[in-house]
């Protein structure tokens, strides 16, 4: 248990600072502010292209193996969609780290419980804006998938510290409660938003409560 996490923190040092050098610069997913509530927000989200896979057991378990999937595939295991300048056939292409990772339970209904119950999961990363459908390399591994998303509509919840299990449910709760004091109708499972590498303390960490809504009026 102790290797796989040595080994995804170096991991993920080693795309913090070959992305861009600094944490800071990681390019993150446009949106516009609908809502503002305090630590509460409604984000109308531009379409995307996220690099998603799928996995079975907890949470942890499947963000960890999650996160080393994808990045294997952004660290060039892909096959690129442009011909390199030597040759005629395509080569593999490094892909930029970006913001947020995104870990979904999958086959719930949007609760309070869906973190606690879910053995299902998705493990989402965004792709940098510079690429299209067509440019964008392909993975190699099929267990990873490109998948378009269009412009979504989000009740978005912001807060610091552990991600432990009790924490997520209390946000989510909130969350849900929320959204239900203003009327709005959320239409999928929460999705668990994390910004940060595992070394940042907890106080500084940025991580988010993600419900969908239909889209307001």
Do not use: C
């Not at 809502?35 to 378990?61: I, N, W």
């Not at 912001?158 to 009790?166: E, P, R």
């Amino acid at each position: 248990m102790i290797k796989p996490m040595v080994q995804t923190l170096g991991l993920l040092l080693a795309l913090y600072i070959s992305g861009s050098g600094s944490a800071m610069a990681i390019e993150e997913p446009s949106y516009k502010t609908l809502v503002q509530d305090g630590s509460m927000e409604v984000r109308l989200y531009e379409p995307r292209l996220s690099a998603v896979t799928h996995l079975s057991g907890d949470m942890d378990q499947a963000s960890n193996q999650g996160f080393r999937r994808i990045a294997d595939f952004i660290f060039r295991n892909n096959t690129s969609n442009r011909p390199s300048a030597e040759s005629s056939s395509a080569s593999a292409e490094k892909i930029a780290m970006t913001a947020p990772v995104i870990v979904k339970p999958q086959g719930s209904q949007a609760s309070g419980a869906a973190y606690q119950n879910a053995e299902n999961w998705s493990v989402e990363f965004v792709m940098p804006k510079v690429y299209t459908q067509d440019t964008l390399p392909r993975p190699n591994n099929p267990q990873v998938s490109i998948t378009a998303i269009p412009t979504k509509t989000y009740a978005v919840l912001t807060y610091s510290g552990l991600n432990t299990q009790s924490r997520i449910q209390k946000e989510i709760d909130a969350l849900s409660a929320w959204i239900q004091s203003k009327g709005f109708k959320a239409t999928g499972e929460p999705q668990l938003a994390r910004y940060d590498p595992p070394w940042t303390l907890p106080f500084w960490r940025r991580n988010e409560i993600w419900i969908e809504l239909n889209p307001l009026p």
